[in-house]
């Protein structure tokens, strides 16, 4: 264990145990409905845009191999669901830090995806230039504010 925590890097073994981690937090949906988080290279995403995630990030997977060999378990991802989450309450347990971090930056950053958008229906692109329709409204609804006295003492 002392040696995945001295580094502050991701192995390509923590990186696949990572992605079994994220799917585990957003799983694929039945029949392809979206993909899961792990599938969609959202770690990779994550290290990137946050990389104060990392440390923490080492530490926990860290413990979760520790937790893995404790149990005699090879493969994360080839646990069942329940034991999954089981597996990673207890390294929340250990490592307090670990979890809520990664939860949040984990659904903050899904959602905005394009495989996830166009999986959700929505169209894989900001809302501007092209915007959102406005109906055009009525500016003399601003009249009784514009006819009010200056609030401020000019300067």
């Known amino acids: 264990m002392a040696a995945d925590t001295a580094s502050s890097e991701i192995s390509e073994t923590q990186m696949r145990l990572f992605a079994g981690v994220l799917d585990a937090i957003i799983p694929p949906g039945e029949g392809g409905a979206h993909p899961g988080a792990g599938e969609i290279g959202l770690g990779e995403i994550l290290l990137q845009k946050v990389p104060e995630l990392t440390p923490v990030l080492v530490q926990g997977l860290a413990v979760l191999r520790e937790e893995l ?3 005699q378990v090879a493969d994360f991802a080839a646990l069942a669901e329940d034991e999954k989450h089981a597996l990673l309450e207890q390294v929340g347990v250990r ?3 670990f979890l809520p971090g990664l939860l949040f930056h984990t659904y ?3 959602y905005q995806q394009p495989r996830v ?3 959700l229906g929505l169209e894989a692109r ?3 230039p092209r915007g959102y329709e406005l109906e055009a409204g009525d500016l003399n609804l601003l ?4 006819k009010r006295p200056r609030l401020y003492r000019r300067c």
Do not use: S
């Open 69 to 71: 060999e404790n149990r």
């Open 95 to 97: 490592e307090p830090g």
């Open 108 to 110: 903050a950053n899904y």
């Open 117 to 119: 958008l166009e999986a």
């Open 126 to 128: 900001p809302p501007y």
């Open 143 to 146: 009249d009784p504010v514009r």
